[in-house]
């Protein structure tokens, strides 16, 4: 079932879906959320840019994505109806607060009749109910105004979903009373109206069918579960290296849309070992973390794409340094400030190249909301065995959605600790023992990390190119070529997994390549294809520098490769360039995930021409 809540960016919607996703989730369904609302605070009410809305897909088996059409879309007000309405499909049920389907509220968003009325929505199953009137009947005995009793009616819609789908309500009364505890009247008044909206259903002629949508038993190895957003899950998974590491955690930010509930999150785990200072701006932000880095720390920044553009110098000089920093990106639409709350996936090229001279920096990419740990863990398993910045790019729709979370061993996490340096590492030509603060493991090509103020290890560091091995400035040619190499081939030789690829039938033509967030659209859409008796084969780079050793391999494995992106064909013109593969981009730029249907048609059309 895909279910959509949508109504003024004041109406709780997401409050709403977040709760009936967590019974959902409690209850056993596998799912997928997209979380959509505006950019300001509060938008206009009654207006089009400030419709906001919340989409669950759950099932009894293993889904993949928010899903392309709500089977039952909750429209609060006629911006909600309009703004939504296109991707309603035929036969799909329609539950719309009449309340709010005033002359002046229509004529806001351009309905010169009601839509209730005038047979556009005949193709619909359309269930009139006056949200705010039985909201308000419901709430007389509590000492509320009508204005502010109407504000429980998103409770009220949630009551009455709950009871058409069988969710538990006992987690959400719970959470109401945890909520509101220091606000008796109001905690007792939404839970009245939820309690009331399960009773409308209960008894109301106008919905003769309710759905039972099992657990999905099936789709998970035994185990325990919560369900998770991407943004949490990346906070859990640095939690979980610094102490995998066992080093403190740092974290220097300022904050921006979609990044700031990481830093929200991680002020939240001090008795972890946490630090988080809320910079001034970005520049600081980066900055503290790097010194944080350069006094041992496990150093983290956040940030989205324009956060990343201020941080490049930083960026640059910890390429220099060769210290381990996280710059975490959670991708949004751009340029400059562009949209806020949409996701995009348009900064690969800018954590690629996006830096002067040369800087090359390791990229990784989570796949799915709860992949955000996995990959958290992965990007500080880089930075601190190679010494070097890492760049995590994850994404609005990664950020904002959730999953069920299989929360996982501790044993069965990696050993990310890595030795400081504690004494000299070489013997001058007279016999004296020094420390060179560029004289590079073999294999990796790390320097050695010294904590400052260990006697005897004092060394020089900055952004002035250094000598090779004592650190000193140095102007020689001969000597920046080399040091130029060498950072390069540090991040050439970075140990990454090879790329997997699944090909059940072994014969497929059509490679489809993916990184990131598209993974679940990308899946869902190769799914259907195969169903329909396409032989396709799929695979997803979470290390996007450097490539895996294998994936030119694999490319020319295969007679089509198409890369489906959120961008103009980023990833698509480094592989073109790295490979002399004719990839082929599919790209859009909505500010919207892909939808999978979209998606198996584009596919289709690339397979056959």
């Known amino acids: 079932m895909i279910i959509r809540f ?81 991707d309603v499909p035929r036969g799909a049920e329609i539950i719309v607060n009449t309340d709010e389907f005033t002359k002046r509220a229509m004529q806001k968003v351009g309905y010169a009749q009601s839509p209730l009325e005038d047979g ?30 109407g504000r429980s009616k998103n409770m009220f819609a949630l009551g009455l979903l709950s009871w058409m789908y069988h969710r538990p309500t006992e987690g959400t009364e719970k959470f109401l009373k945890s909520k509101f505890a220091k606000k008796p009247d109001i905690m007792a008044a939404n839970i009245a109206a939820f309690r009331a909206g399960w009773n409308f259903g209960e008894t109301t002629e106008d919905f003769a069918v309710s759905y039972e949508v099992a657990p999905a038993a099936s789709a998970f190895p035994t185990g325990t579960y919560r369900n998770i957003s991407g943004n949490l899950a990346l906070s859990y998974g640095l939690v979980a290296a610094g102490r995998l590491a066992e080093l403190p ?29 809320q910079a001034e701006d970005e520049i600081a932000g980066i900055g503290a973390a790097l010194g944080a880095a350069f006094g ?48 995009e996936q348009a900064d690969l090229l800018q954590a690629m190249y996006g830096r002067n001279g040369e800087a090359p920096v390791p990229v990784v990419a989570p796949q799915t909301p709860a992949d955000c740990f996995d990959a958290a863990i992965e990007a500080a398993r880089i930075a601190l065995e190679y010494r070097t910045p890492v760049f995590l790019l994850s994404d609005g729709y990664l950020a904002n959605g959730s999953e069920p979370w299989r929360v996982p061993e501790t044993d069965s996490l ?27 493991d073999p294999e990796t090509l790390a320097r050695p990390w010294a904590v400052p103020g260990t006697p005897g290890l004092e060394h020089r560091i900055g952004g002035i190119e250094k000598q090779d091995g004592t650190g000193n400035i140095s102007y020689d040619p001969a000597n920046h070529e080399f040091m130029v190499r060498t950072r390069q081939a540090k991040i050439d030789g970075i140990e990454v997994p090879d790329i997997e690829v699944d090909d059940p039938s072994g014969g497929a033509r059509l490679l489809v390549l993916g990184w990131g967030s598209t993974y679940g659209p990308i899946t869902a859409a190769v799914r259907r294809m195969r169903t329909d008796g396409e032989y396709v084969a799929q695979a997803h780079l979470r290390h996007l520098n ?64």
């Open 6 to 86: 949508a109504g003024d960016s004041g109406d709780g919607m997401q409050l709403t879906g977040d709760r009936f996703t967590s019974e959902t989730a409690s209850f056993g369904n596998d799912l997928s959320t997209l979380p959509n609302f505006p950019a300001e605070i509060r938008a206009p009410a009654g207006t089009l840019p400030g419709v906001s809305s919340f989409q669950l897909h759950f099932a009894d088996h293993d889904i993949l994505t928010p899903g392309d059409a709500p089977n039952v879309l909750v429209a609060m007000n006629p911006a909600a109806l309009k703004a939504n309405i296109a």
């Open 120 to 149: 556009s929505l005949e193709g619909f199953s359309v269930h009139p109910v006056p949200l705010t009137t039985l909201t308000v009947e419901a709430l007389k005995e509590f000492d509320l105004s009508r204005k502010d009793a």
């Open 249 to 277: 955690l740092y974290l220097g930010s300022y904050p921006i849309t979609p990044a700031s509930d990481i830093l929200h999150e991680l002020s939240k785990h001090k008795n972890f070992g946490v630090r988080t200072f």
């Open 296 to 343: 041992g720390s496990l150093a983290v920044t956040t940030t989205s794409g324009p956060g990343v553009a201020l941080k490049s110098e930083t960026i640059g000089l910890a390429v220099s340094l060769e210290l381990p920093l996280l710059i975490v990106d959670i991708q949004r639409g751009g340029p400059s400030t562009g949209l806020p709350t949409k996701t």
């Open 414 to 440: 990696p050993d990310l600790r890595t030795p400081f340096a504690t004494g000299p590492n070489h013997t001058q030509d007279d016999g004296t023992e020094v420390f060179w603060p560029y004289k590079r």
């Open 546 to 609: 450097p490539f895996p050793k294998n994936l030119g391999e694999v490319l020319r494995r295969y007679d089509k490769v198409v890369i489906p992106e959120m961008n103009l064909g980023q990833l698509a013109s480094l592989i073109r360039a790295e490979y002399l593969v004719d990839a082929q981009s599919f790209t859009q730029v909505t500010g919207l995930p892909f939808k999978a249907e979209q998606l198996a048609t584009a596919l289709k059309e690339a397979l056959d021409g």
